[in-house]
Structure formats: structure tokens, C-alpha cells
């Protein structure tokens, strides 16, 4: 763990990041290269030995993308991190390290439908074998745990929104079982959740959302912890074991005391072989997002609780499903995990179901209809027909994302204006 003692404000700006040491340049430049020149055969040698650290090949690691790893690894509480091409890119690194075929893991039903997504049927086609337990209840995770189980998944804040994990005994079923929790932190960002703090071992985002904050490039990062032992069991051989595409490192006894083996795994076993590599320039504009990153979380937040009220308060509304509220079922769970506010994601339900709501996503005009969240800007969606489309009726409903739902990604305008857009666009319902 970190020992910088700044504040998060200062981090967010600062961490990871000097002035250019060849040009004095103070934003942090964008490298946009391929390869780097070795200095000599034997600092080649040594590179592709692991006996020394260095630039390689951009696939692997980029100067741009560093600053952006150190950032948010000190923003988490982590000891490293590995950014890569998206979120869903994340996800995949994050667990190739954990799974061998016929392997399980266990996730919440109350995720992201493009993980929903990605878990039934894309990791399916390695035997990755994911087993859903249903959102907070903690005796649906302890069931499900079995010699196969490799890794514990959930989100923070749940997307489409309103929900809120209860991170702690969530993790201390996956203290039991002997195997990794990892935290999806996109929705509330380190700002509003640390999981760390809660017994994450390992904390997963796209960083397409809030942490870039504009909407304008795609990717991902994993955070190591640094507190799991990957050595404890005989269950996760990529880390324990002398590893033959890797002169037969044992990452975990090399890198273990550092705290950083299992991201040194995720970067040049998962990342070097499936090559999801983030681009120099995404990595560019989500570092320059991230410095604004607190004061937006906390205007998104305001905001949202502001929208949350006035959709509350209007006959034409059925319910509002948004942990700020204070008659929501999340709301103790809020103060507890997200005490600085619960982001910007909300879902609501529109009387008149499925016609009301696609009539009110068509009739608003300083939202964006579109398939994101996080963006400065305010967004709306019909997920049952969009991101959630691929899934069965009671996947949806599991989701929290029925056929009436609307779902916003509050932004940081003046809310007076998002209000009176809401409004008018009610009225001619
Ligand atoms: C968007 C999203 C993802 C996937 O990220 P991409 O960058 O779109 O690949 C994963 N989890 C959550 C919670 C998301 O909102």
C-alpha cells in the first residue's frame, strides 16, 4: 500500500507524474511509439529476462500509460496497476491469471449487462465457468464456493444504478474460501468507494466512464491490492508455480514482498500473450480526466440527488431507485461505502411503462440518448432495449433493469436546466 500522504485532490492531479525529463514538458507527453531503443545487448538481454525493468514494446507498457497505472494505483490504495483497451479488456486480464478450464467463479447478479454478457458466454467458450449469486444476499456467494472457485466478482455501486454491495461480507466469504474478491469500481470511482478499505483484493474499472469523464476514449485498468497470497493454495499455479513461457519465474515468490506479483502477471503474461494494450493517446486524455475527477464526482452526485428528488416528487413517475434518497433501501449501505455521495447512475420508472418511457426518451433534449454513463454531459437510455438487450426477463429484472426502466447518467450542467428538460419532456406525456 501507498504511503503518500497527500489527499486526494493532490493525488489526482499529481500522482505518477514529473516533468518530462529530456523537454521540461509539464503535461505529461504522449509517447506515441511502438518499441524503444535498448541501450546495449546486455540491457536487451536483461529486459526480456525479466532481470530489469524497461520499456520494451508498447503492447506491454507505455511511458504515457505508466503515469496513468501510478495514478490510479494511489487513488485505490493498490500497490500497481495495469491500464488496457477497455473496461470489458480489464476484466478478462484481471481473471486469466485466476482461471484454468473447468475452473468457477462466482458474481453478483447485479452487474454491468455487458459483464452478464461477457461471463455467461464469452468466458464460457474457455470453461471459465461463472456461478451467479444474487446481489447482497452473503448466503447465495457461501453456497456457490466449491475446490473449482477461483475469484469472487461484483460492482461497488451496481450498474444500471440504486444498488449498493455490501462489500464487507461478501469479502470475508472470499477470505474463507481462500480466494480473491475482485471490485468492478467504475460506477463509484475511488472518489466515492475504496474497496480496498473493505477487503478487495483486486479492484477492476473502465475507465471509459467517470474516470476520463468526457465520453471520448475507451479503456480499462486492473489495481492489485497487494494482499492476497497467491501462494497459500495450490489454486492459482500462473503465480506459484516456475512459469514455462517465462524462463520459469515463480512470479509470486519474486514479486510477492513488493506486493505487485499479481500484477506483473496480469501485464506480461495476460497482457503480453492476449494483447488488449491501451492506445498512448486514450491513455493521454483519461489521465488529463482524472485530475478533475473528485470535484465532478461530487457535482454528479448533488446533481443527481437533486434530479432523484424532483422525478420522486412528479405524478407521472412510479418510483426512483437511487441510493442517495433517503428512504431507499441502499441508503445505510450508502453511508457506509460511499459516504461522499452515490454517483451520477440512477434508474426510474415512468407510469404508463415501456411507451411513456421510450416517449420520454425521445422528447428530452439536453440529455443524449446513448449507450454510456460517466460523461460531464447527461445521458439517458431505455437499457431493456439497449445494453441489457441480450438478456432474459428475469436477468433484467435481476439487473434492475425491467421493461419500464430508464436509466440516466446524471451530468455536471447546471441541474436547474436538467430538471426543466426532464419536465417539459414529461408533460407531453
Ligand atoms: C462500461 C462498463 C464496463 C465495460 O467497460 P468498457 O470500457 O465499455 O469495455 C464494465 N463495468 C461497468 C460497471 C461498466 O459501466
Request: glycine letters at 10%; charged letters at 20%.
Amino acid at each position: 500500500m501507498s504511503d503518500n500522504k497527500q489527499g486526494f485532490n493532490t493525488k489526482a492531479i499529481h500522482s505518477g507524474a514529473s516533468p518530462d525529463p529530456t523537454t521540461g514538458a509539464r503535461a505529461t507527453p504522449i509517447y506515441q511509439t511502438a518499441s524503444y531503443v535498448f541501450e546495449n545487448t546486455d540491457h536487451a538481454a536483461d529486459l526480456f529476462a525479466g532481470k530489469a525493468f524497461g520499456n520494451i514494446y508498447t503492447r506491454i507498457m507505455n511511458p504515457t500509460q505508466d503515469v496513468l497505472e501510478k495514478r490510479i494505483a494511489e487513488l485505490e490504495g493498490g500497490t500497481a496497476s495495469l491500464a488496457v483497451a477497455s473496461g470489458h479488456a480489464a476484466q478478462f486480464i484481471a481473471l486469466h491469471p485466476l482461471m484454468s478450464p473447468g475452473n468457477e467463479f462466482i458474481a453478483s447478479d447485479k452487474l454491468y449487462g455487458g459483464s452478464i454478457n461477457q461471463f455467461n458466454h464469452s468466458f464460457k467458450k474457455f470453461d471459465w465457468n461463472v456461478r451467479w449469486a444474487n446481489g447482497n444476499d452473503i448466503d447465495s456467494y457461501k453456497k456457490l464456493v466449491n475446490e473449482k472457485t477461483r475469484a469472487i466478482f461484483i460492482e461497488s455501486i451496481a450498474n444500471p444504478g440504486g444498488i449498493i454491495t455490501d462489500i464487507e461480507p461478501i469479502a470475508r466469504v472470499a477470505e474463507d474460501a481462500e480466494v480473491p474478491l475482485i471490485v468492478d469500481n467504475t460506477m463509484a470511482t475511488p472518489f466515492l468507494c475504496k474497496p480496498f478499505n473493505h477487503g478487495a483484493n483486486i479492484i477492476v474499472h473502465s475507465l471509459t466512464k467517470f474516470l476520463g469523464g468526457q465520453g471520448n476514449s475507451i479503456g480499462g485498468i486492473i489495481v492489485d491490492g497487494g494482499n492476497f497470497d497467491w501462494s497459500k493454495n495450490n489454486k492459482y499455479p500462473d503465480l506459484s508455480e516456475p512459469h514455462p513461457s517465462y524462463h520459469g519465474y515463480k512470479f509470486h515468490e519474486t514479486f510477492g514482498e513488493m506486493g505487485i506479483s499479481y500484477a506483473v502477471v496480469c501485464r506480461f503474461l495476460a497482457l503480453r500473450d492476449l494483447g488488449p494494450a491501451i492506445s498512448p493517446f486514450n491513455a493521454f486524455l483519461i489521465l488529463n480526466g482524472i485530475e478533475t475527477v473528485p470535484l465532478r464526482m461530487k457535482k454528479h452526485s448533488e446533481n443527481a440527488l437533486e434530479v432523484a428528488k424532483f422525478l420522486q416528487g412528479h405524478s407521472k413517475i412510479s418510483w426512483v431507485n437511487y441510493a442517495g434518497l433517503d428512504d431507499s433501501e441502499y441508503k445505510n449501505l450508502a453511508k457506509k461505502y460511499c459516504p461522499d455521495g452515490t454517483g451520477a447512475v440512477f434508474t426510474f420508472g415512468v407510469k404508463g411503462g415501456f411507451d411513456a418511457g421510450v416517449k420520454l426518451v425521445n422528447e428530452v433534449s439536453l440529455f443524449s440518448h446513448l449507450a454510456n454513463i460517466g460523461d460531464a454531459k447527461s445521458l439517458i437510455i431505455h437499457p431493456a432495449s439497449t445494453t441489457h438487450s441480450q438478456l432474459t426477463d428475469e436477468q433484467l429484472i435481476a439487473a434492475g433493469a425491467g421493461k419500464d426502466v430508464i436509466r440516466v447518467s446524471i451530468g455536471i450542467e447546471d441541474s436547474s436546466d436538467i430538471i426543466d428538460d426532464l419536465n417539459q419532456a414529461l408533460e407531453k406525456i
